[in-house]
């Protein structure tokens, strides 16, 4: 049996205590960190390396099923006397961040489980990116998890109102916040993002200053960091994803750097929110927003609303997730029929709702 206090630093709720209880020959544990196929997990008698068994990986049809950091699991023990404990189930995750994997087509990869805000790094230098921005924010969306959009290296940029300005076009209800390694500025804000229990990961491209960042929330130097290069870009330091509980209790998740992000699934409504509400004022219900009569969005273009980049953008986003042509309540469904593809679909879908709206009350 576990003790539920053991493992509130490390975000544990009432959510995944009931789901545990289905497993009461197992302990319950989360993931800190991965190396391959081995994992780091917490327990409530302290670090295991664990492994999943033989048969979790006979059961798992795609590479999002296995472990990823910030999963809390079931394991078969919580020392490790008599070798690696074994992980037998991953509990249901309340929010995931996912790209499609590298080099495996029709696969996605977990990049960070059960968190509550995503801060979108990017730096105010030769990384400042806003269609990459744009990409990020679609999939922070989709992940459950609340997106911040965290500017770093603020002392490197010359004209840093107009790059707010920028970015806050395209983050549309999202926090934008500023940082420089120069002063404690900014930090402010940030910190009142990781409260003690609460999950944040971090995501952006090599160099951006994510350990940095983690080490001024820290109070300490918790992760290696290196200066910037002579040619403006920053030096890659984190080489795996790793949990780590910060002194009040704070927890994040470090990621290595990620310039480029497969699009799996995204959440285009809420990223693009600005286009889909003009989108419904197009004279056409199938309208491409190229050269169709009547196009709202064309029409934004022609008045300066928004930038064609902007829309180039949601158009090159909307056919990588294969939601070319549908409308927003059709990507809904699809996006659906996708995640039950295995069980039959949009109408398991709705019977598996109802059953779990069943278990809630």
């Not at 917490?42 to 910030?70: I, K």
């Not at 500017?151 to 209800?173: F, W, Y």
């Not at 390694?181 to 944040?200: E, L, N």
């Not at 290196?226 to 002194?247: A, M, P, S, Y």
């Given at each position: 049996?576990?003790h539920?206090?053991?493992?509130k630093?490390?975000?544990?709720?009432?959510?995944?205590?009931?789901?545990?209880?289905?497993?009461?020959?197992l302990?319950?544990?989360?993931?800190?960190?991965?190396?391959?196929?081995?994992?780091?997990?917490?327990?409530?008698?302290?670090?295991?390396?664990?492994?999943v068994?033989?048969?979790?990986?006979?059961?798992?049809?795609r590479?999002?099923?296995?472990?990823a950091?910030?999963?809390?699991?079931?394991?078969?023990?919580?020392?490790?006397?008599?070798?690696?404990?074994?992980?037998?189930?991953?509990?249901?995750?309340?929010?995931?961040?996912e790209?499609?994997?590298?080099?495996?087509?029709?696969?996605?990869q977990?990049?960070?489980?059960?968190?509550?805000?995503?801060?979108?790094?990017?730096?105010?230098?030769?990384?400042y990116n806003?269609?990459?921005?744009?990409?990020?924010l679609?999939?922070?969306?989709?992940s459950?998890?609340?997106?911040v959009?965290?500017?770093?290296?603020?002392?490197?940029?010359?004209n840093?109102?107009?790059?707010?300005a920028?970015?806050?076009s395209?983050?549309?209800?999202?926090?934008?916040?500023?940082?420089?390694?120069?002063?404690?500025?900014?930090?402010?804000?940030?910190?009142?993002?990781?409260q003690?229990?609460?999950?944040?990961?971090?995501?952006g491209?090599s160099?951006?200053?994510k350990?940095t960042?983690?080490?001024?929330?820290?109070?300490?130097?918790?992760?290696?960091?290196?200066?910037?290069?002579?040619?403006?870009?920053?030096?890659?330091?984190?080489?795996?994803?790793?949990?780590?509980?910060l002194?009040?209790?704070?927890?994040?998740?470090d990621?290595?750097?990620?310039?480029e992000?497969?699009?799996e699934?995204?959440?285009?409504a809420?990223?693009?929110?600005?286009?889909?509400?003009?989108?419904?004022?197009?004279?056409?219900r199938?309208?491409?927003?190229r050269?169709?009569?009547?196009?709202?969005?064309?029409?934004a273009?022609?008045?300066?609303t928004?930038?064609r980049?902007?829309?180039?953008?949601y158009l090159?986003?909307?056919?990588?997730?294969?939601?070319?042509?549908?409308?927003?309540?059709?990507?809904?469904?699809?996006?659906?029929?996708?995640?039950?593809?295995?069980?039959?679909g949009?109408?398991n879908?709705r019977?598996f709702?109802q059953?779990?709206?069943k278990?809630?009350?």
């Amino acid at each position: 049996m576990f003790h539920k206090d053991n493992l509130k630093s490390y975000g544990i709720s009432e959510r995944f205590l009931q789901e545990a209880t289905l497993y009461p020959d197992l302990v319950l544990g989360r993931i800190c960190s991965q190396y391959k196929d081995l994992y780091k997990a917490v327990t409530p008698q302290g670090e295991v390396f664990a492994e999943v068994s033989g048969r979790f990986r006979y059961g798992a049809s795609r590479l999002s099923d296995y472990p990823a950091v910030g999963d809390f699991v079931m394991l078969d023990r919580s020392m490790d006397e008599g070798g690696n404990a074994i992980i037998h189930q991953v509990l249901t995750r309340k929010s995931s961040f996912e790209r499609k994997a590298v080099g495996m087509e029709q696969e996605t990869q977990v990049v960070a489980a059960n968190i509550d805000t995503v801060f979108l790094c990017m730096a105010l230098n030769q990384d400042y990116n806003l269609r990459r921005l744009e990409r990020y924010l679609s999939i922070a969306w989709d992940s459950r998890a609340l997106p911040v959009v965290v500017l770093t290296k603020a002392d490197l940029c010359p004209n840093l109102e107009e790059k707010m300005a920028e970015v806050s076009s395209v983050a549309i209800g999202v926090d934008v916040l500023v940082t420089s390694a120069m002063s404690g500025d900014g930090y402010g804000s940030i910190r009142s993002y990781v409260q003690p229990g609460k999950t944040v990961a971090l995501i952006g491209s090599s160099g951006v200053g994510k350990s940095t960042l983690i080490n001024r929330l820290a109070g300490e130097e918790l992760l290696q960091t290196n200066d910037i290069r002579k040619d403006d870009k920053g030096r890659h330091t984190t080489t795996r994803r790793e949990l780590l509980v910060l002194q009040d209790g704070g927890i994040v998740i470090d990621t290595p750097g990620m310039r480029e992000l497969g699009l799996e699934n995204a959440d285009l409504a809420r990223a693009f929110s600005d286009i889909d509400r003009l989108a419904e004022q197009c004279k056409f219900r199938d309208c491409s927003h190229r050269s169709e009569p009547g196009c709202a969005i064309q029409r934004a273009i022609q008045q300066g609303t928004i930038t064609r980049e902007r829309l180039d953008s949601y158009l090159k986003l909307k056919k990588e997730a294969g939601y070319e042509g549908l409308t927003s309540k059709q990507i809904e469904t699809e996006k659906i029929n996708r995640m039950f593809s295995g069980m039959g679909g949009m109408k398991n879908a709705r019977k598996f709702i109802q059953e779990q709206s069943k278990k809630k009350r």
